[in-house]
């Protein structure tokens, strides 16, 4: 059996939760790097416990102030971040130098975040081993980069406390970010298996938003510690909550606007026009082989928006089609329901890009933009594998796509979905 029909038919399920080799090198180094530390600290004790002790409340705070977070945020905990590089990155506290090193800086960071993560783990909400890695791992390359440098003197030889101190702290947060992007990314790619350029670039555009507000407060703590003492922390930290604040609304707004229009999809289903599941396992498998193929940013919100509506224009038809199988109807007869649903999607006030991917799902792939040509190859492959299609499972239509890609399907898009589908996509349609 082939990889592809193992994963469409459900013959290898048993891999998928498997923590991938990445992701446990990366746990191990993470364990390896924390016991270090706290056994450091053990030994030496913590160098000026009121610094570890403001700093690490702070970091708690701002890791209980994760209330509210929305599944899917990059950084569910901005102001416990914003505080763990701040103290990595802290040289002076009201004048005077601080010794707290690279191993004093990563103790009192996760044990700060390990407490203020409690009442959520309590509630089962706690952060993810993937989330607390990436920030054990940031972290140190931040006090790496920074603490040995400034306890030998030859950061304050070379650069002193004027602007270059604050343009060489901003520059250490912008690679620290960078460096999180990157690992993200691996985390994302070891799990998802899709390509990391495109996730990469995700991640990158995520750090324009909330990461760079992160970065800066980070800047601004540390470097008004250095002046003002520990006073300044509360000062600095409420921009940050603001910006949180506004962030979690509009990201609210736009994950209410997307179930309204996952609920507007299934009008279809609820009508009895289209099988149940079909608009959001179109819209799941499209979004797979869109990332497959490089697609990111705005390019998949158009699609996951088309994917899910790609079937609205049967609500115009006096006889539904049987089972919603508009794959396995005269090409005139499927651009025309597509026609339909694009004019019913102008009217929801969506991007007009979304309904031009809905119009033009029927076209010849080679007059198609990409996001239609997945929507078409994935609505085919899922009414071809319904119970009343023709085919006889997965493998057979895959293959009745093989055999259209000189007209109707584009052969890339089909290699993908063969590639998502030998990985495990989403089940075929007929499940429900």
Known sequence: ?????????????????????????LYGTCALLTVTSVGWTLLHGIAQPRNALAFGVLIAVGELA????????R?????????ALAYALLGQSAGQPTSHGVPGTLTVVVAAALAGAV???????????????????????????FQPLYGSGRFGEHIGQGPYYAVLLLLLLVLTALCDAVLAALVLRARSGHPFGPLLRDELRALLGIGSAVCATGAVIALGVAVAGLWALPVFCVPLLLTQLSFRRYAAVRTTYRQTIASLARATEIAGYTPHGHARRVAELSLAVGRELGLSGSELTVLE????????????????????ATALLPVAEQRRIALLGGAVVRQTGVPATVAVVVEQQADPFREQPLPARIVRAVNAYDDLTGESSPASGPLSALE??????????QPEVVESLARVLSRG??????AG
């Open 425 to 430: 996509g989403p089940a075929p349609g007929g």
């Open 119 to 145: 009442p959520h783990a309590a509630r089962g909400r706690g952060p993810t081993l993937d989330h607390m890695a990436r920030r054990v791992l940031t972290v140190t390359f931040a006090a790496v980069c």
């Open 66 to 73: 994760r209330w509210g977070a929305l599944p899917g945020e």
């Open 400 to 409: 009745r796509l093989r055999l259209g890609t000189g007209h109707d399907y």
């Open 75 to 83: 950084e569910p905990a901005p102001l416990g971040a914003a505080g």
């Open 1 to 25: 059996m082939s990889a592809a029909a193992a994963a469409a038919t459900g013959a290898g399920p048993r891999t998928r939760h498997r923590t991938p080799l990445t992701v446990t090198a």
């Open 305 to 324: 928006y088309a994917a899910l509506m790609h079937d609205i224009g049967q609500l115009s038809l006096v006889d539904p089609v049987p089972a919603g």
